[in-house]
């Protein structure tokens, strides 16, 4: 199985447990690492908006709880009109992380609609470094 279906699966699985009881918005994210390890969460609302959680966050606190600190390919996925696409607080989450040419998948429930690399989707991140980096 190829890494764009495999993040697809995981995402969608981490999707399905989603916490969103006040938007009804289900997100899920899966992360793989350049040691090809994936790592999955899901949104977790709160009633206190600002306490919430984004999947993308979830994901990467799984990987670091794991060990890991390098992110190859992200994909996000949620239902709806509009295809989602991480926040600003999540893309440079993603860019602390990230490998040069990192990818970022955005997907609905038909399936991968989108592809773009992490520079595309934030140009210019907080950290100088990173910006020559990513």
Request: glycine share 8%.
């Amino acid at each position: 199985m190829d890494i764009k279906s495999q993040l697809y699966e995981k995402a969608a699985a981490a999707r399905n447990n989603a916490y969103a009881p006040y938007s009804g918005y289900k997100v899920g994210a899966a992360l793989m690492t350049a040691e090809e390890k994936i790592y999955a969460s899901c949104n977790v609302e709160n009633i206190s908006f600002p306490c919430g959680t984004c999947a993308e966050a979830g994901a990467i606190a799984a990987m670091v709880a794991g060990g890991e600190r390098k992110i190859k390919a992200v994909l996000v996925m949620a239902g709806g009109k509009e295809l989602v696409c991480p926040c600003g607080a999540c893309l440079q989450r993603i860019a602390e992380f990230a490998e040069k040419g990192a990818i970022i998948y955005l997907a609905d429930e038909d399936g991968i609609k989108a592809e773009y690399r992490l520079q595309e989707l934030l140009p210019q991140v907080f950290n100088a470094t990173l910006a020559k980096e990513v």
